[in-house]
């Protein structure tokens, strides 16, 4: 429930993904590899099945796609990091903050632990891309909590 939670701003409609990614992982039980974790195949289908709600809902519409230019772009390594001592609420609550695209991709990466690999093929957009939202969201994480 705290992963659906994550996505939607009602339990239920996070009940409802929650069911429905139970349904699938029923019905593809013997496609477990039992090398693997059972919680991180079952995640992956949860979060799968969140995203695919929210394509449905067209709400996944508001992404914001950044030209395939981007692709060749390097991206500059980040300033070493300095020590905060932050409420993990208010960091959440920061998140919320962020614009939509860039707000799935940092949950994504950050909170899931997905790869950029991982985000492209969710979301449909090239890993340079999630990149690009996981470097803005970072700075704008570090200028919302700075204050």
Same mark, same amino acid.
């Given at each position: 429930?705290?992963?659906?939670?994550?996505?939607?701003? =009602? %339990?239920?409609?996070?009940?409802?993904?929650?069911?429905?990614?139970?349904?699938?992982?029923? &019905? =593809?039980?013997?496609?477990?590899?039992?090398?693997?974790?059972?919680?991180?195949?079952?995640?992956?289908?949860?979060?799968?099945?969140?995203? &695919?709600?929210?394509?449905?809902?067209?709400?996944?519409? %508001?992404?914001?796609?950044?030209?395939?230019?981007?692709?060749?772009? %390097?991206?500059?390594?980040?300033?070493?990091?300095?020590?905060?001592?932050?409420?993990?609420?208010?960091?959440? =609550?920061?998140?919320?903050?962020?614009?939509?695209?860039?707000?799935?991709?940092?949950?994504?990466?950050?909170? %899931?632990?997905?790869?950029?690999?991982?985000?492209?093929?969710?979301?449909?957009?090239?890993?340079?891309?999630?990149?690009?939202?996981?470097?803005?969201?970072?700075?704008?994480?570090? &200028?919302?909590?700075?204050?």
């Amino acid at each position: 429930m705290s992963v659906a939670m994550k996505y939607f701003n =009602n %339990e239920e409609d996070a009940a409802l993904c929650i069911n429905d990614s139970f349904i699938k992982v029923c &019905d =593809n039980i013997e496609k477990y590899n039992s090398e693997f974790s059972f919680i991180t195949w079952s995640r992956t289908i949860l979060t799968r099945t969140i995203i &695919d709600e929210l394509r449905k809902r067209k709400k996944y519409n %508001e992404t914001m796609f950044i030209s395939d230019k981007i692709e060749h772009f %390097e991206l500059a390594e980040e300033e070493p990091k300095e020590e905060l001592s932050i409420d993990n609420n208010k960091i959440l =609550n920061a998140i919320e903050e962020l614009p939509n695209a860039t707000k799935k991709v940092v949950k994504l990466y950050l909170l %899931e632990g997905h790869t950029h690999s991982d985000i492209s093929d969710i979301l449909g957009i090239s890993a340079q891309t999630s990149k690009w939202h996981l470097k803005t969201g970072k700075s704008k994480l570090r &200028d919302l909590l700075s204050d």
